[in-house]
């Protein structure tokens, strides 16, 4: 008999995670969750918690859950307790050192690929983060020349796991983009998913985004949140070669940012996602 609940039952089990996941995601989103911490940790499906309630597990499958549900409890995104997050069809490894994909870059990712011809294209991701848009076009277009760049030591080290493990050859360097300059080569497209979103628009934010993910990916200066897409068309435009810049964007933005486009010398087309958002943006010579 454990110390911790009243016995090692399934049922058991499943009501405590339940109710602490339930402390702060409503009763769909926290069955769900409890569902996909059984699925990751005993192989457990949704019918198996029902069928099999009365049964037990072993002292240590009880403390995955335990300790996962009381992560969770704190706010803690399910990603990072489970050490993975699913994007345009891989498995990424991902912790706080970066920030978790979001279905509407994989929305971006597919634009980019409807985009450009399946030619021998040199494609650099800035922000790279956990690699994941590098990835997904390297995956997509084996032949493409793909490099990621980061600010971030912790978060390309989670890229090279992330192209290791998938056995991915992507390039990854270290740049501060705001001072640096591009990797040399032939770049023809440069893509980012650059940080946009002012401080104060942080008390809005989920309180697992605000605790959790790294603020170097998510925040810019309240009085120039255009700070980086800025500065990435200066450094597309001294590169010959580049004839397509990707972004993904604010959606209060949008038209500003086509505006800066503009006043740099890139024709901008605007893309919504799939909630009808101006969220993605194309800017060609």
């Known amino acids: 008999m454990n110390h ?28 769900n969750v409890v569902n996909e911490l059984f699925r990751h ?5 949704a019918a198996d918690l029902v069928v099999k309630a ?3 597990v072993s002292e240590s499958q009880m403390l995955l ?3 996962a549900a009381k992560r969770i409890a704190q706010h803690e995104p399910l990603q990072y307790v ?8 891989m498995d990424l490894h991902v912790n706080s050192s970066v920030l978790i994909p979001r279905p509407e870059t994989e929305e971006l990712v597919r634009w980019i690929l409807d985009e450009i011809k399946p030619n021998n294209h040199s494609v650099l991701d800035i922000g790279t983060g956990s690699g994941a848009i590098a990835l997904a076009l390297k ?25 290791t493990e998938l056995q991915l050859e992507v390039a990854w360097k270290e740049v501060d983009i705001l001072v640096g300059n591009l990797p040399e080569a032939n770049w023809t497209c440069i893509v980012s998913n650059p940080p946009y979103i002012t401080v104060s628009e942080g008390n809005e934010m989920r309180t697992s ?11 810019v200066p309240e009085n120039d949140p255009l700070i980086f897409y800025r500065r990435i068309l200066e450094l597309a435009n001294k590169c010959e070669t580049v004839k397509q810049v990707f972004f993904e964007i604010h959606e209060n933005y949008s038209s500003e940012t086509l505006t800066l486009g503009a006043s740099m010398g890139w ?10 958002k101006p969220r993605m943006l194309l800017f060609t010579k």
């Open 65 to 67: 859950i335990y300790k």
């Open 82 to 89: 489970l050490g993975s997050a699913y994007f345009f069809g």
């Open 41 to 45: 940790y005993l192989n457990f499906s």
């Open 139 to 163: 995956k997509a277009q084996p032949n493409w020349n793909v490099c990621g760049v980061d600010v971030s030591k912790e978060a390309l080290q989670v890229a090279q796991r992330n192209s």
């Open 209 to 219: 985004v605000v605790q959790h993910e790294p603020h170097l990916a998510l925040f």
């Open 4 to 31: 911790i609940l009243p016995n090692n039952k399934i049922s058991t089990l499943k009501e405590f995670a339940l109710q602490r996941i339930g402390e702060v995601y409503d009763a769909r989103e926290a069955r």
């Open 267 to 276: 024709k901008g087309e605007l893309k919504n996602d799939l909630q009808g």
């Open 54 to 56: 009365n049964d037990t």
